[in-house]
């Protein structure tokens, strides 16, 4: 399947008994691609699997639902709202992380909410908790009793969570013994008490219940033309009206490139801000961010001194170049200059800021190292940014673009979320 709207209609045609809701792990430094939220996706397949096992299947719906197998090229925000309208139960994976972050609490409110506006008497009921990773002695956030009780009889559950059980060769059986309660607890709500498919307002109008603490912002610029100056023989689909609007591979992109690197960033609980990099000088020298380029931005000097300008001293603001479909030598000479630009200005400190300066050619790449990027990013910056870190409300994300700045502005082990 390819293009951007059979991904679009992959997603849409999905309802699910059960929605997986967690919160995403910030990547370790070095550690390889796919070692990322790895745990998660292994219990995801294993419930799915028990839930196809143990039940029938009503018409149209799928076992479960991940975030991280929404299509590379679709609306993620839309993906997720589908998909939160059209499922049976709800699986929230408790760990500190999961209360301290805004992302699954939105998941969490938006889905509450429409059970409330469908009518749904007690709509705690579709909720089934599990404890993926011990809780701070003294929180007791609701439902907590109904994730203790589903470990009921493993000892090792309570103590450790079920994240351990799955890593832990001798709890093996433990673990599916918890799995298989679990499926059995989502089909029997799914299939005895179902809920008609609604929707409620954009899920990023519904803030988090959790109250976590004020967010970080993270900058998001874009060093690409807008579609008035484009190249010559250059795609008008890959470019909009501002430099933000850029998406490079078209074919299979449904929104903007940037709008990828925001999601990314909100995922690992930021505040993004999106803007053109000549407007966003301001919010680069006082937040971790990246610069998403395009070579044909490099066609000027102005363009390249915008670049030399934008991370000359700022190891916190990490450059990707982007190449997109075509391998003319103009773009390669291009890229090569915005790569001896990038190496004058910040040589680079890590092997991810090394593949990203040497250039990503496809979304998939793209999506795959910005995680880390991300972690990176906020590493520098917390050792060697400014003091004063900018930050958002609690609760709130702000997604502000060009228009809305006022100033020219192996197996490795994850982190306990």
Known sequence: MSGVASTRDAVALRASYFYVSYAHSPPLAGTPEVT?????????????????????????IVPGF???????????????????????????????????????????????????EAGVENPIERFTPVLWIPLQPGHHPIGSDQALA?????????ENGLRALLRLAPYRDSYLRVVERLAGQILDLAENAPVAPSAVRDI??????????????????????????????????????SRSAWRPFPAVQELSLAEYAATLAEQL?????????????????????????????????AGLELLRRAVLKRPWILPVLVRGPGDSLRQEELAQRVRTILDESQP?????????????????????????????????????????????PPGSRPRLHRGDWTSPPSEQEEPDD
């Open 36 to 60: 990322h939220d790895q745990w998660v996706r292994r219990f995801f397949r294993d419930l799915t699997e028990s839930v196809r096992q143990l039940g029938p299947r009503r018409p149209g």
């Open 66 to 116: 991940f975030d991280q197998e929404i299509p590379l090229g679709s609306d993620w925000r839309a993906s997720l709202a589908h998909a939160l309208s059209n499922t049976e139960v709800f699986v929230p994976l408790y760990s500190p992380g999961y209360f301290a972050r805004s992302w699954p609490g939105r998941e969490w409110a938006y889905f509450e909410r429409r059970l409330i």
């Open 150 to 158: 589903l470990g009921a009889g493993e000892s090792a559950y309570a």
């Open 204 to 241: 990023d109008e519904v803030p988090s219940p959790f109250g976590p603490p004020a967010a970080p912002v993270f900058a998001v610029a874009v060093a690409a033309p807008a579609r008035a100056a484009m190249p010559a023989g250059g795609d008008p689909a890959a470019y909009g009206t």
């Open 269 to 301: 609980d930021f505040a993004v801000l999106v803007a053109d990099l000549d407007l966003a000088e301001g919010e680069l020298e006082t937040n971790p961010g990246v610069i998403l380029i395009d070579p044909w931005f490099a066609a000027d000097e």
């Open 348 to 392: 680079a400190h890590t092997d991810t800021v090394r593949k990203a300066v040497a250039g990503v050619d496809s979304l998939e790449q793209f999506v795959a190292l910005m995680p880390f990027l991300i972690a990176e990013a906020e590493r520098q910056y917390l050792r060697r940014g400014p003091i004063m870190r900018s930050t958002a």
